[in-house]
């Protein structure tokens, strides 16, 4: 079996292959979630699902059909207890926004920070410098 990240993209669903590609229009597995079958299970939370089981030889997964032909995977899913019922929630949240944004030096700022780190000599700047370009 292969589980393959074809995107960096938040939410994007892995590619699975239990049985190699297939000249098939897709090589997607067949999955079975509680006796329902489904081709796509990125709608179900991980923390939900209590056991997985791959079918992979084509015996084992005849009782499903032409769809199984790459591959079935069974999914449990936990079961809930009568009486003990329980409310859990996941929370995620992303800023993408400056804290500080840093002041820029200006020119002779710049000149002074040079000079004093002993990277290049105040007249070589003077001279190549035209007195009127600034960064603030």
């Known amino acids: 079996m292969q589980v393959i990240q074809t995107s960096a993209a938040p939410g994007s669903s892995p590619t ?20 329902v079958c489904l081709s796509d299970i990125s709608g ?3 923390n939900d699902i209590a056991s997985m089981e791959v079918l ?3 015996a084992s997964a005849a009782s499903y ?4 032909g790459n591959g079935v995977i069974l999914i449990s899913i936990k079961k809930g207890k009568a009486g003990q019922g329980k409310i859990t929630y996941d929370f995620q949240r992303s800023s993408q926004s400056l804290a500080r944004i840093p002041k820029m030096l200006n020119a002779e700022q710049y000149i002074d920070y040079m000079v004093e780190s002993n990277t290049f000599t105040q007249d070589f700047l003077l001279k190549n410098w035209n007195g009127t370009t600034n960064t603030a």
């Open 16 to 35: 699975v292959r239990v049985r190699g590609y297939s000249s098939n229009v897709s090589s997607n597995p067949l999955y079975v979630v509680d006796g």
């Open 44 to 46: 179900i939370d991980p």
């Open 56 to 58: 992979k030889d084509a």
């Open 65 to 68: 059909g032409a769809e199984a």
